[in-house]
């Protein structure tokens, strides 16, 4: 038995739910080319969910019930306050709150199938309340009730500033959650799976998801990204910075990929939107310096931006706090996560792979009082 580091190219389950083929992404068969040009997240929602678009009335179904599911039971609200908010780091307090959802989720341990849905579109909805109530409750403000006829992209940034937002802010940040809602066999889908594969529940499966893509090398890096622009802070300070890193072997946060070796295609669409919103919110300046370091890494080593390099200056633009970016990768992955956690219940088998040992030999065991 010979172990394949971090699993590189091991395939280890099947899936209707997206494709990454040749650097083609799809959902359901979907190009996301397509998707992020034409789709609203809710569309995509159905889509990863039931395998087919929905229909107008479906559409209109899905959309009012994610707006009135997205509202906190009092004691959400109320454990926020039971810990230094301003201390904890939103991907942390999420996994936390994702977690206690399932405490007030009457049917949290029921399996069958048409529960684990009504529980996959509780938590689609009620992600996007938790994220936001969280940013405002560490700012000493109350949370902000969604409304109805919003769609799922404007009541998240309603709840979050409790302003209605502008339209070019609700197209971009419905085509971020577009983006984001999907990704095959990525770290995070993979720890949902297999958590539920178990036969746990769906609060389980998401929150295990949660926890894996808090990390830098995964869904963290999109705020490391930011936190790498701020310390650059002038496209003079580019050259040298990257020079510096690449001398050092430090990592470039936003590049690389397991998977897209030839660029990852979700990043053209993001690139677009953080040029356009730059020079609205006039600050080009974040643009210029991300396309200075995408030019000069990818020429000194090759290594091309993935999706969170150029989604950092879209949220940056929208005037969001640097540490809920990847909280709001969570909010659109809920979408995948559950769509993997109901194929996976759909043809469960419990997924436990083999180590390859590599401690001592075998040995005998030696009394603590000779040892
Ligand atoms: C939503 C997402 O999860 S997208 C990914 C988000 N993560 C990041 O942006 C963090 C930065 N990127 C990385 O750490 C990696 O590219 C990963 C984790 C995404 C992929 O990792 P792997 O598939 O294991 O690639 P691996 O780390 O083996 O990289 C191959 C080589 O490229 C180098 N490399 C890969 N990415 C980077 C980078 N961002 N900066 C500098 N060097 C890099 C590695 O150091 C390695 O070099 P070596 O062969 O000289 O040792
Ligand atoms: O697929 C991966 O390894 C990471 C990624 O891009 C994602 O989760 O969107």
Redesign the pocket.
Known sequence: MTAT??L?GIVAAQSQVSSIIDSTLTYVGYDIDELAEKASFEEVVYLLWHKRLPNAEELAEIKEQLAENMTLPQGIIDHFKLYPIDQVHPMAGLRTAVSMLGLFDEEAEVMEEAANYRKALRLQAKVAAVVTAFSRIRKGLEPVAPKKELSYAENFLYMLDGEEPEAIAIEAMNKALVL?AD?EL???TFTARVCVATLSDIYSGVTAAIGA?KG???????E??MIMLEEIGSVDNVEPYIQS??EN???????????YRNG?PRAKHLKEMSRQLTELKGMPEYYEMSVKIDDY?TKA?G?L?????YSATVYHSLGIDHDLFTPI?AVSRMAGWTAHILEQYENNRLIRPRAEYVGPDLRKYVPVEER
Request: proline share 5%; hydrophobic share 35%.
């Open positions: 580091k971090g590189e984001h990704h990525n770290a995070s893509l830098p090398l995964h869904g963290g890096a999109n490391q990204v890193k690449i072997k430090e990592k470039i946060m936003g590049f690389g990929h397991r998977v990852d890494f080593k290594i931006p993935n999706v969170d390099f990768f």
